[in-house]
């Protein structure tokens, strides 16, 4: 086959219009996403069956289900509903960026919770102990002692949901979402050369991943700056 | 086992005999696929049925042909054509450049349009009295699309003032507009009618536009399909089709399953 030189110069651009639409839908559903994991572990870690018991359904059943089926249900499922169609979030549903939006929240929602919860367990009991000895209360103990450990245990992980969190974005393309895939397949379905679009796609998508590991890359080193580097 | 032989070369012989018997008048063998409800089709008693076989009906009643219908799969059916395996194609195919370089076409007898479809009464005044748009009233509209289909591309030429959706499947088109994301959506009016206008679904909604046939996208049309170098055969079937066209036969045999025509 000939690879179409030409073709990918071309389309690279075009590609690249899209990639406003990529970033918003990560930054967006990452940062909502964030603050939903740490609900979700808040409720998680209380205590309180109550609390805990449905947080653990919620992740059980957004962890255990394809992300593209969630996208699908709530973009094609609830406005089935009628009571959906009238209520005060149809404006969110009714557009396709509010769907995607919802949906990698929710999804990176309970990916993210179970990411900080392992790093709230990791953070060492002795020096929970430690605090408790100098008096600190509880909630003191959990802001100033296990909260910055933690962040340090979980980033590693964490990094690793945004870059999969970057790649979900894709799916938007599923929903009539015109981000870079959404345009790189209808470039496909024009041109008939998936192989020169889909790799430049590829490129670009791995350029995005490179910079977010870099900037995980620097918040770690700058999080363990009074710690003793270990390698 | 002899006894067994004699049997099987008598059905044979008696095979090939028949075979070779002139009919008493031409035999036209045509190729369809049987399974392309409601163009062609076996229907509830076993019979072929539809638009397509309607159509092979009328134009052998014209021109005094007896029929013969042979079912064959899609992917096969130009081989097989020219194969002789049968001497026509009636089966919703496609007048392309690309068939045209292989076999030859009749004029048309199915036409390749598309159309809006909207709420019921809109209000929209969309098409002026000739039936061409006005791009100015479809400024701001949602308009949902099959991506990369000839609708989209003449929703891009003629029309750039349209917000266009682009979706994936035909399904996800109606089930958005029902839903409300989109205002009109364009397809085929054929396919709009069988599944979703004339469903539950579809109730409240109608075309909003008259046919829209611009050959530079849409194509030229369905026509009867023939090997090369048959321009008697063909010159017949374009009169007996020009015939059923001016005599109504062709509004008939659609009214069957649409409420509209669908020839030129």
Not at chain 1, 169 to 189: E, H, K
Request: hydrophobic share 50%; proline share 4%.
């Amino acid at each position: 086959m000939i690879f179409d030189i030409a073709l990918i110069i071309d389309s690279i651009p075009k590609m690249l219009m899209g990639i406003g639409l990529t970033l918003q839908l990560l930054f967006l559903s990452g940062a909502l996403g964030l603050a939903l994991a740490i609900i979700l572990l808040l409720m998680r870690i209380s205590g309180r069956w109550y609390l805990a018991v449905p947080t653990m359904v919620y992740i059980y059943v957004f962890r255990g289900t394809p992300i593209l089926v969630q996208i699908f249900i709530i973009y094609y499922g609830l406005p089935q509903l009628d009571f959906v169609r009238e209520s005060i979030f149809w404006p969110i549903l009714r557009e396709p960026f509010g769907c995607a939006i919802v949906a990698l929240t929710l999804n990176t929602g309970a990916y993210v919770s179970e990411i900080l919860r392992g790093g709230v367990l990791g953070v060492d009991r002795g020096l929970k102990e430690a605090g408790a000895a100098l008096g600190l209360s509880a909630p003191h103990r959990f802001i100033y002692i296990t909260t910055p450990i933690a962040i340090r245990l979980a980033l590693p992980a964490y990094s690793n949901d945004v870059v999969s969190l970057m790649k979900s974005t894709a799916l938007a393309s599923t929903i009539t979402l015109l981000d870079m895939m959404g345009i790189a397949r209808t470039i496909v379905a024009e041109t008939y050369a998936p192989y020169e679009i889909f790799i430049s796609l590829m490129v670009i998508y791995l350029i995005l991943t490179w910079f977010i590991q870099r900037t995980f890359g620097w918040i770690e080193k700058r999080m363990s700056r009074h710690v003793k580097s270990e390698v | 086992m002899r006894k067994l032989l004699a049997v099987m070369t008598a059905a044979v012989a008696v095979f090939a005999w028949s075979a070779q018997v002139p009919a008493s008048a031409e035999t036209l063998r045509v190729g369809m696929e049987c399974t392309y409800a409601p163009f062609n089709f076996k229907n509830a008693d076993g019979e072929l049925d539809g638009y397509d076989v309607d159509v092979a009906k009328g134009v052998a009643g014209l021109i005094g042909a007896d029929l013969e219908f042979v079912c064959q799969k899609w992917d096969g059916m130009i081989p097989a054509l020219l194969a002789n395996k049968f001497d026509l194609i009636i089966a919703s195919m496609s007048i392309t450049e690309k068939r045209l370089e292989k076999m030859d076409f009749s004029d048309t007898y199915r036409i390749s349009v598309g159309r809006l479809v909207g709420k019921k009464d809109s209000g929209w005044e969309l098409f002026d009295d000739a039936g061409k748009p006005i791009p100015a009233n479809f400024a701001g509209l949602k308009v949902g699309l099959e991506r990369a289909t000839t609708y989209s591309d003449w929703f891009e030429n003629e029309l750039p003032e349209a917000e266009v959706v682009l979706y994936d499947s035909n399904e996800a088109l109606y089930l958005d507009l029902v839903n409300g994301r989109t205002d009109m959506i364009m397809t085929n009016p054929m396919k709009a009618h069988l599944r979703f206008l004339s469903k539950e679904d579809g109730a409240g909604f109608e075309f909003v536009s008259p046919q829209i046939d611009e050959r530079k996208y849409f194509g030229i049309g369905v026509g009867i399909g023939l090997r090369k170098g048959n321009d008697e055969l063909k010159a017949r079937l374009n009169a007996a089709l020009k015939t059923l066209t001016e005599d109504g036969s062709l509004e008939q045999y659609a009214l069957k399953y649409f409420p509209f025509a669908i020839h030129q």
